[in-house]
């Protein structure tokens, strides 16, 4: 059992900044892949950044440059540090966490989302 907890989403105007963080409990023994994907009304679910065991990131081209995807190994908790938002940018965020055991993928676990809303 893998939970996920998001938190940090809210409202913000154009042009400034959130910080969203998403912990992860539960049966997880082993550093995993994780990621940040969004889906706005009506639109579909799509990656934000992405986050390897290695720590190696890959980023949507729309948020490239703009937000910072990280992680804290000893927290099992990833961020993403979202700047110079945009109205576009309004979606709720879902985190993501692919578990591994071993070489073995076991499946996909998501948390609840958070709201981020933009104003312009």
């Known amino acids: 059992q893998v939970q996920l907890v998001e938190s940090g989403g809210g409202l913000v105007q154009a042009g400034g900044s959130l910080r969203l963080s998403c912990a992860a409990s539960g049966s997880i023994f082993s550093i995993n892949p994780m990621g940040w994907y969004r889906q706005a009304p009506g639109q579909q679910r799509d990656m934000v950044a992405f986050i390897s065991t290695g720590g190696n990131t890959n980023y949507a081209p729309s948020v490239k440059g703009r937000f910072t995807i990280s992680r804290d190994n000893t927290k099992n908790t990833i961020y993403l540090q979202m700047n110079s938002l945009k109205p576009e940018d309004t979606a709720v965020y879902y985190c993501?966490?692919?578990?591994?055991?071993?070489?073995?993928?076991?499946?996909?676990?998501w948390g609840q989302g958070t709201l981020v809303t933009v104003s312009s």
């Open positions: 993501k966490l692919d578990l591994y055991s071993g070489h073995y993928y076991e499946g996909a676990h």
